[in-house]
């Protein structure tokens, strides 16, 4: 449970939804986004740049809820209806298992289906990214023959350079010369990510009391793909009451 601690302010945000994903743009920096679907959360994220782009699977039907969180900010809930493509989409997470390193070129496995009524030949998807550290040495991916309803697997490279920073959100969009469908793909390239499991008051019934010095132990967990060393850390303090 997330408690306001000042007065809650609106905050603007604009949601749409492609052929396998769902796009908020926001003028929030860090603001959470959570796709929930049958009452699951089927992915998270948060805004980078005053955006965020999270997938679904286009052969799922009914209704994704979108919610748009940051603290002391009124929240945005949006229901949005899974509208299967006409053409074709990207059905699987390419990157899940994935390791995105700096200075590399990774392989990922696209699963694409026709949902169109009709039978595609000759399909080419043209690959772009809105990352200046991503290239590819082929933009094109020669998809060739679906039947309708069917699907076939196809593998992409990409190039990231060098000087790419960690954490970089690496999007990469692919379109279809047969239909103009879009799909987009997300990744994140490997980086530290250091996050707080549990957070507990030292006082015998566990809760922070005014007007006295109170101790807080703090559990953080490493989720990056390397060990860490050395680390410090800066605790803020986000009300005045302390």
Same mark, same amino acid.
């Given at each position: @449970?997330?408690?306001?601690?000042?007065?809650?302010?609106?905050?603007a945000n604009s949601i749409s939804q492609g052929s396998n994903f769902v796009s908020v743009d926001s003028?929030?920096?860090?603001?959470?986004?959570?796709?929930?679907?049958?009452?699951?959360?089927?992915?998270?994220?948060?805004?980078?740049?005053?955006?965020?782009?999270?997938? %679904?699977?286009?052969?799922?039907?009914?209704?994704?809820?979108?919610?748009?969180?940051?603290?002391? $900010?009124?929240?945005?809930?949006?229901?949005?209806?899974?509208?299967?493509?006409?053409?074709?989409?990207?059905?699987?997470?390419? $990157?899940?298992?994935?390791?995105?390193?700096?200075g590399t070129s990774t392989e990922i496995n696209l699963e694409i289906k026709n949902f169109s009524q009709?039978?595609?030949?000759?399909?080419?998807?043209?690959?772009?990214?809105?990352?200046?550290?991503?290239? $590819?040495?082929?933009?094109?991916?020669?998809?060739?023959?679906?039947?309708?309803?069917?699907?076939?697997?196809k593998i992409i490279s990409f190039n990231v350079s060098s000087n790419c920073p960690p954490n970089e959100?690496?999007?990469?969009?692919?379109?279809?010369?047969?239909?103009?469908?879009?799909?987009?793909?997300?990744?994140?390239?490997?980086?530290?990510?250091?996050?707080?499991?549990?957070?507990?008051?030292?006082?015998?019934?566990? %809760?922070?009391?005014?007007?006295?010095?109170?101790?807080?132990?703090?559990?953080?967990?490493?989720?990056?793909? %390397?060990?860490?060393?050395?680390?410090?850390?800066?605790?803020?303090? @986000?009300?005045?009451?302390?």
């Amino acid at each position: @449970l997330k408690m306001w601690i000042h007065s809650p302010q609106p905050m603007a945000n604009s949601i749409s939804q492609g052929s396998n994903f769902v796009s908020v743009d926001s003028d929030q920096e860090n603001a959470i986004v959570t796709l929930t679907y049958n009452d699951e959360v089927i992915a998270v994220g948060k805004t980078i740049g005053g955006s965020c782009i999270l997938p %679904f699977n286009p052969e799922d039907s009914g209704e994704i809820t979108v919610t748009v969180t940051k603290p002391n $900010f009124i929240p945005t809930i949006e229901n949005l209806t899974v509208n299967q493509s006409n053409g074709i989409a990207i059905t699987n997470n390419p $990157f899940e298992n994935v390791q995105i390193e700096a200075g590399t070129s990774t392989e990922i496995n696209l699963e694409i289906k026709n949902f169109s009524q009709e039978n595609i030949s000759n399909e080419i998807l043209t690959m772009t990214s809105s990352s200046e550290y991503v290239t $590819f040495d082929n933009s094109q991916i020669n998809v060739g023959n679906i039947n309708s309803g069917a699907s076939v697997t196809k593998i992409i490279s990409f190039n990231v350079s060098s000087n790419c920073p960690p954490n970089e959100v690496i999007e990469i969009r692919l379109e279809s010369a047969e239909s103009n469908e879009v799909s987009k793909i997300v990744g994140v390239v490997n980086g530290l990510l250091i996050g707080t499991t549990n957070i507990q008051s030292d006082n015998s019934d566990g %809760f922070i009391h005014i007007g006295e010095i109170n101790h807080l132990a703090v559990s953080i967990i490493n989720n990056s793909n %390397f060990d860490v060393n050395g680390l410090t850390s800066t605790v803020e303090v @986000l009300t005045d009451a302390a």
